[in-house]
């Protein structure tokens, strides 16, 4: 199924739960992205086609006819739809959990919350706050990642498709582009990596998310490979491809700010002028680049030099 008719069924799901009475088919319409596109006859063969569809994985789809109306309306109840009491052992529910922290801001949610807001501004009175939950569960997953390039791994690895990308090594500003077979994204002390087959070194490899530059690009078709049967992705992770060999930073600070800055300092010199000089240790350029870059004007990176190269980059791509 593709991601254009995955959101659109879930839109619907949600815009007929949503709703206190019966919808139209028009207004179902004009309130799930996905059918406002359409003309008249595409939109009435795709619409009873997702229902029946919705149908047959056992979601109800109830048809109130009003004789005071000339077109049905539809809705879903709350009662038909939501599962009974569930009982989960600890580790079940833990795993549960862990999953549910899977994205920062998902499309589907983003979507879905859309939807909800074209039937408010459309005068149709819904059950549910814009951004808020169905059934009490959050409608938006979290997990914090400001990697660029999580997303479109995540979605490779889903639909196992081979991605290329431009990398950048360990303590090197050389950059090279790398086809690989994404068999997992996993985290690691705070860390993103990216498991799987590079085909340009024909071996296994793991690649630090924070180390992509550009774009992450896809090759050829979903399904194009298979992760071996036993691969131990963490396994493969717990030996990260670079020396995690604690450096330090030397950092100029503008007087009276970044006070969390100068809290994990290693020292602090007052200096001539409006700036201080601070030593920060790090392990990582990307990370420490990303850190000082979002404080803006009131840092600047003296030394090492790759360190200071990382943060220029990120500043030149946010004027760019």
Known sequence: MSRRK????????ICLLATRRPLSAEQIRQAVPGYDRDGDEAFQRMFERDKNELREIGIPIDVVRDPWEDEPGYRIERQSYELPEITLEPDEAAVLGLAAQVWQRASLAEAASGALLKL?????????PVGGSIGGSALELRVDTRDPAFPALWEAVRDRRVVRFDYRGAGSENVRSRTVEPWGVVSRNGRWYLAGFDHDRGAPRVFRLS????QVTVVGKAGAFEVPEGVDLRGMVGFPDDSTDERVAVVRVRRGTCEG??????AVREGDGEWDEAELPFSDPERLAGWMASLGADVQVAEPPDAREAVIRRLKGAMA
């Open 120 to 128: 408010r501004a459309g005068g149709v009175a819904t059950d549910q």
């Open 211 to 214: 180390r992509i530059t550009g």
């Open 6 to 13: 995955t959101e659109r069924l879930l839109n619907l799901v």
């Open 261 to 266: 800055l100068r809290q994990l300092a290693t």
